[in-house]
């Protein structure tokens, strides 16, 4: 419908205002719209949307959606707004089970999972070359968004972890 109606060009210029660089541009939408989609939305359509916006801005249509997928692999655990780890109140739980000490136990593995998976993109996309050319910016990715989200979920739970750590990322990327 974006193409079609001509709005999907702004889409494309905003883009590649901030970066011609498909490296630049995987991070950007890949990891980071992706990550705010998923946690808005979740259920995989992020992987949906965001690949068709890489194919349509040159990228191969297959490496697009792996590059998605895989990058949906930092932001999947907390889903849309949440859900999958609040679900743990109305599960019942015996013991001192609660939504907080569940995100806070996720955060711990995730930051690891966080700070790699824009290495991981990168390499995917143009090897041990890519990732030294665009350190910084994967750096910059990296620990914006890891820290963000693991701020957020040790203090005030999972509702907003995929959404406010991927709209700094995409702004500390931007201003980049």
Do not use: H, W
């Amino acid at each position: 419908i974006t193409v079609e109606s001509g709005q999907f060009f702004i889409i494309q210029d905003s883009i590649t205002n901030i970066s011609q660089d498909q490296r630049i541009q995987v991070l950007l939408i890949g990891f980071a719209f992706n990550a705010f989609l998923e946690g808005a939305a979740g259920f995989g359509v992020p992987i949906a949307i965001c690949a068709l916006l890489l194919t349509q801005l040159g990228f191969n249509p297959l490496k697009a959606a792996m590059l998605c997928l895989v990058a949906n692999a930092a932001s999947g655990a907390f889903g849309a707004i949440g859900i999958p780890v609040g679900v743990v109140e109305t599960l019942k739980l015996p013991g001192d089970v609660s939504v907080l000490g569940v995100s806070q136990s996720a955060t711990l593995t995730l930051a690891i999972i966080n700070f790699i998976i824009p290495f991981l993109l990168i390499f995917i996309i143009d090897g041990f070359r890519g990732v030294k050319e665009t350190l910084p910016a994967i750096l910059v990715v990296s620990i914006t968004y890891t820290l963000t989200q693991g701020l957020l979920t040790v203090f005030s739970g999972p509702e907003l972890a995929d959404i406010i750590p991927p709209l700094l990322t995409m702004l500390a990327l931007a201003v980049f």
